[in-house]
């Protein structure tokens, strides 16, 4: 069984919409008024033409697999083995995450696989966006 | 700057490598600094320009005496030291200063006085990474691999012959951690530590630190040891998130680093006798060999498995052993500098015959930044 607890963020005033997002069951990404740019991490500007009009954008949470490990050491808050991965969003920008509702595998974990957020509480003021496979209901 | 206009004129490793904990991270800066002046004939008192990571200037300028009058603390992980010769030359020039000394120390295996480790829960990683079970470099600087393999069609083989190789530079260093020979199939039954990598692909983790001193090409005839001039520099950065690396199979931050070393040398890749790349993990020498242009995308595994930087290859490649056998304390680049000026010196363990050109390249953070030095031995 895991021990210990996972590290939680910390928002700042430039990421509050995201963790308020994801509270409240909604991937938020960010675009850009100007050029229209999707993009993640949050900032307050567009990182591709640095416009300060954007706009706080629902991401339909549906993402791919896009590359991975799989972690054999102890981590606070984990059971080894699990998976530390990238998934790429349908709106382009790509974001670290777990893959749930699967086994821990390389068999399992399919490049390219098509997945879906799914959120999972961690406390009163942080959720975490988790992907599951979108075939796996 | 300007090619072979500045050289080093001083070079030494820590007494001992390894396991040292008797010595705080500061002390293994000294160490390394007073072996460093000691080579080039110098004292603390000789030095007017300090360059240093994982300690401040201020730290290691306080601890051993020196008054400067130029200091640099790039701190962008392992490559540091490559940027602080790069910054250094720049000084040099301008007249900044005259006689640079760059350190590292690092209590990598023992942490005695060690610096504490981020990320910080309010950064960008400690949001958007690290609750997703992260826990240093094996799980993050490996995450973009899987990616690589499956674009190229490389496979965990080709990855374990990168640890089998190095290995056989490492059995000629008396100083190397590990210098048992090892095979494809010890490095694939090796423990597993994050798939696909497994223990043997991954560095060591020691105790040690290295040093480095520079002056004008002018000055650097009157010193005791065959100058080492510096031929061409580069640098970048790019993302402090593995997950936001632009091209999971090409680090931006090598190929504008190493393509700027490579213009300001004016050499083409024939030219280079002798070559470095920081290799924290197996992968690195495959990404760093194709984003400086020595192989085509996806060409380099194939290039390695055929021994061309192997012991008796065209391009002999991580000379010492390498951070997967050599020595690695964290930040490794201060070591691949070391063997680039050994080679050159013709003083290297596993020397490569008339070396005239070597290149240390390094990497900082997760492909978070880069460095590039071209050293030559020939003045003219």
Known sequence: MAEGTRPLPVPTPETKHFWEGTKAGELRLQRCDACRHTYFPPRPFCPKCASR?????????????????????????????YAIAVVELAEGPRMMTNIVGCPQTPDALLLDMPLEVAFEKQTDQISLPFFKPADGK | MKPKSV??????????????????????HADAALNALGDAGLKPTDIDGLATAGETPTTVAH??????????????????FMIHVRHAAAAINEGLCKTVLITHGESGKSRVGASPRPPFPASL?????????????????????????????????????????????????????????????DVLKSRMIAYPFRILMCCLVTDGGGALILTSAERAKDFPQKPVYILGTGESVESPMISQMEDFTSSRAFRVSGKKAFAEAGIEHG????????????????YGLEDLGFCKPGESAAFIGAR??????????????????????GMYGMYALQESVRQLRGTAAAQVPGAKISIAHGVGGMFAASGTIVFSNERG
């Not at chain 1, 954008?57 to 080894?80: D, E, N, Q, W």
């Not at chain 2, 070079?11 to 002390?27: C, F, H, K, R």
């Not at chain 2, 490649?317 to 390498?322: A, I, S, V, Y």
Request: contains cysteine.
């Open chain 2, 271 to 286: 030219d280079v006798d002798h070559l470095m790349i920081y290799d924290a993990f197996a992968h690195l020498p495959l």
């Open chain 2, 308 to 329: 061309n930087t192997a012991p008796g290859g065209k391009l002999p490649l991580n000379t010492n052993g390498g951070g997967l056998s050599y020595m690695h304390s």
């Open chain 2, 7 to 28: 050289a080093v004129v001083g070079a030494a490793e820590t007494t001992d490598l390894g396991v040292i904990p008797g010595m705080s991270q500061i002390q293994l």
């Open chain 1, 53 to 81: 009009k954007v706009s706080v954008v629902k991401s339909s949470g549906k993402a791919k697999l896009f590359s991975y490990v799989i972690h054999h050491r102890p981590a606070p808050g984990f059971t080894p083995p």
């Open chain 2, 63 to 80: 601890y051993l005496g020196i008054t400067p009058t130029w200091v640099d603390g790039t701190a962008v992980g392992g490559c540091s």
């Open chain 2, 125 to 185: 990683a400690g949001q958007f990474e690290a609750p997703f079970g992260v826990m240093g470099p094996p799980t993050m600087f490996t995450v973009p691999v899987l990616r690589y393999m499956r674009t190229f069609g490389i496979t965990e083989e080709q990855i374990a012959m990168v640890a089998v190789v190095q290995r056989e530079w490492a059995a000629k260093n008396p100083r190397a951690t590990f210098k048992e020979p090892i095979t494809v199939a």
